[in-house]
């Protein structure tokens, strides 16, 4: 188990794929560790060099004295790159980790090549979420209702058994001060006003029946100067491990997409991208000759 000596603190890290691989470092939300991002490391980790990481009291790294900021979380997640030796990186983070994305990107633009925000958000303003993280933050206690808490979050993450098992065993290290901190963030931090300055590509990956979600999405979408957004048919909020596969293809696409000169019509990427994936919703990718901009793609199973 690879640790990081990271601003006076230890990092749990692994890195998964080849030297080669264009890197991106993946960053989770509250509560759920590196584990989140299993099948990343298995499916993305044959063409990147997937780097994933457990934040501060979080999973094998050490717990902090400081409170979790995104700020905080931001400066460890280059610190991490530094002691890799790595000098540019995609970021990828999901629902809390994805505002820590856009934070990383605003802060320390230099060092990323383009962001993943993956149920993700700038702000947290609707009434519904906004009180289950006060709950959260009440239950992220030493006591056996934080034992509840993690048997909640990562049931609702997992696809499987087994999957449940090691995320809950590896989110049972979880340092309740830390969880706290972290999710208190969500209802302080805004960055909506500031995405404009974020000048890298960045995808935006929804599930369609992740409702709540939607407007923030949108948000995001139309905020952010170079921003694609693809919707995964009949998913809901825990993307990354319940709908691997399709969010792993879109990463996959998107980025190869990038490597094309001519960015400017970025819709017509993104729609390439979308035929690709379903050829059958949206024709092939020679015979369209749409010149409607569309601003959402939802990707068929």
């Known amino acids: 188990m690879p640790w990081a000596n990271v601003n006076e603190t230890s990092l749990h890290y692994e890195i998964t794929g080849p030297e080669w691989g264009m890197p991106i470092l993946f960053i989770h939300p509250p509560l759920l560790t590196l584990e989140a991002f299993r099948y990343q490391k298995e499916q993305l980790g044959v063409h990147f060099r997937v780097i994933t990481f457990d934040i501060r009291g979080h999973g094998g790294s050490a717990s902090s004295k400081q409170s979790l900021s995104y700020k905080l979380i931001s400066q460890d997640l280059i610190g991490l790159l530094d002691f890799l030796g790595i000098e540019e990186a995609f970021l990828c983070g999901y629902s809390t980790g994805g505002t820590v994305a856009l934070e990383a990107l605003l802060t320390h633009p230099h060092r990323l090549v383009g962001g993943i925000v993956v149920s993700g958000m700038s702000e947290l303003t609707d009434t ?58 969500s209802l302080r931090y805004n960055c909506t006003n500031s995405l404009s300055k974020i000048q890298q590509p960045v995808l935006l990956i929804y599930g369609e029946k992740d409702v709540d979600f939607h407007p923030y999405a949108q948000i995001l979408h139309t905020g952010l100067p170079h921003s694609s957004l693809f919707f ?70």
Not at 253 to 261: G, T, V
Not at 276 to 299: F, R
């Open 128 to 185: 519904y979420n906004r009180i289950r993280v006060w709950l959260a933050i009440r239950m992220a206690n030493p006591s056996r209702i934080m034992n509840f808490l993690i048997r909640a979050i990562t049931y609702g993450n997992a696809d499987k058994k087994t999957t449940y098992q090691e995320l809950k065993d590896h989110a049972l290290q979880d340092k309740a001060d830390n969880v706290r901190s972290y999710f208190e963030q």
């Open 232 to 301: 995964i048919k009949d998913a809901k909020h825990p993307v990354p491990i319940q709908n691997a596969a399709r969010m792993n293809d879109i990463i996959h696409l998107w980025a190869d997409s990038l490597k094309e000169k001519e960015q400017k019509e970025r819709w017509k990427l993104d729609l390439a991208i979308a035929q690709k994936l379903n050829p059958q919703l949206y024709g092939n990718v020679h015979e369209s000759s749409s010149d409607a901009e569309p601003s959402i793609y939802t990707q068929e199973q």
